[in-house]
């Protein structure tokens, strides 16, 4: 049961040009959601996070949008740099008995063409 | 303020044999995640706990695999005669004891690169 799915496995984007990628949850009880970035052999590291609360958050380059209706949520990235190419993963969070359980998806593979 | 740390980055070990992976949070930080990464997949959630306490074991495997994070040391997750299945990456996380929203980011360690021959 795949509660939270990145259905494009890789995205090519020209440098400069807008990367989006796009996440879909399915369980109602996530309340918070995070993308994180990540090279070969290293470990995710945190881009930007949003709360359920909210419909976008901003920091830079990046903007994260949140549809609760449609249980979907996206990463923008503008202007896409060649620096920006990595496995990307989305993740949604609830708290249970104390704990903030995260669930990722499969993960997308952006590569920016010079 | 060094990040989460993981060591041995690289682990080789024969099937039968034990593997012991530790993790060390980030400075001020009391919880520790544990997540598995197989090839081509996402990280799945394993084992989350505070010191000397397990909160949610729901994600380990129910034999062989351990985890414990003690008052003084770091957290280790003990995989007690592998097979070749337990061939993956695992990622320790770390976040604070807050629980308010800025404080439900988790950060993740390199991961250390499990290898069953």
């Known amino acids: 049961d795949q509660q939270v799915k990145q259905n494009s496995p890789s995205l090519s984007v020209q440098e400069g040009r807008i990367s989006i990628l796009n996440c879909d949850y399915t369980?109602?009880?996530?309340?918070?959601f995070l993308w994180y970035k990540k090279y070969p052999a290293e470990g995710p590291t945190f881009l930007i996070s949003?709360?359920?609360?909210?419909d976008k958050n901003e920091d830079g380059r990046f903007t994260v949008f949140l549809n609760k209706s449609a249980k979907h949520l996206s990463l923008h990235i503008v202007p896409s740099q060649p620096g920006d190419s990595a496995v990307y993963f989305c993740?949604?969070?609830?708290?249970?008995?104390?704990?903030?359980?995260?669930?990722f998806g499969q993960g997308t593979r952006l590569t920016i063409n010079p | 303020n060094a990040g989460v740390m993981q060591n041995p980055r690289h682990l080789v070990r024969r099937r039968g044999q034990e593997a012991r992976l530790r993790c060390s949070p980030m400075?001020?930080?009391?919880?520790v995640y544990w997540y598995r990464q197989l090839p081509e997949e996402g990280l799945k959630f394993m084992v989350y706990?505070?010191?000397?306490?397990?909160?949610?074991e729901s994600g380990m495997p129910k034999e062989r695999f351990s985890a414990e994070f003690p008052k003084e040391g770091p957290s280790i997750l003990r995989i007690q005669q592998v097979v070749r299945g337990d061939s993956a990456a695992y990622f320790c996380?770390?976040?604070?004891?807050?629980?308010?929203?800025?404080?439900?980011?988790?950060?993740f360690g390199p991961g250390t690169r499990l290898t069953v021959l």
């Open positions: 706990l505070q010191k000397e306490n397990i909160i949610d």
């Open positions: 400075k001020g930080h009391s919880h």
């Open positions: 369980n109602s009880m996530f309340d918070y």
């Open positions: 996380a770390s976040s604070p004891l807050a629980n308010y929203d800025l404080h439900k980011t988790q950060y």
């Open positions: 949003i709360s359920s609360i909210k």
């Open positions: 993740a949604a969070s609830y708290s249970i008995q104390g704990a903030q359980k995260l669930v």
